[in-house]
């Protein structure tokens, strides 16, 4: 179609593989709303392309955190609780993202759902992970 004499652009398709990962973990929430919502979120696709470890990652959101840097101490908490999920931790998950939302306040209610619900947010993530083509535990 053309649009003031150029050609509009065609919407691309969304892939049926984003569409088969979100199904597969809405499914996988059984209902759970919350929980879905959390977890889509937060969730790495596929962890093993985090390209630092977790000791580092770690060590600096502890070392942003006593220099007051909320922002970056915030994500290095949640990248850790993200890890932490992706590894099966539930005490990590809990402790990761109970510190993200320490540290951003009110602003993420997501962290504080993971921290409630680590248990079964971590037997989701890992029957996710288990499912998927493209990561394995």
């Keep these: 179609m053309f649009l003031f004499g150029r050609k509009k652009a065609a919407a691309s398709p969304v892939s049926n593989v984003e569409v088969s990962a979100a199904s597969r973990l809405q499914e996988l929430c059984g209902g759970n709303e919350e ?12 962890p093993k392309k985090i390209p630092t470890s977790f000791e580092n990652v770690l060590n ?12 970056r101490a915030e994500v290095g908490y949640r990248v850790a609780g993200g890890i932490s999920l992706y590894k099966g931790d539930v005490e990590g998950v809990k402790t990761y993202f109970s510190k993200a939302a320490s540290v951003a306040g009110n602003s993420h209610p997501e962290y504080k759902t993971m921290a409630r619900l680590a248990g ?8 996710y992970y288990e499912s998927s083509d493209s990561v394995k535990i």
């Design 35 to 46: 929980l879905y919502r959390a977890l889509s979120s937060l969730m790495f696709l596929d």
């Design 60 to 71: 600096e959101a502890r070392e942003f955190e006593e220099k007051g840097n909320s922002l």
């Design 120 to 127: 079964e947010a971590t037997n989701v993530a890992r029957k």
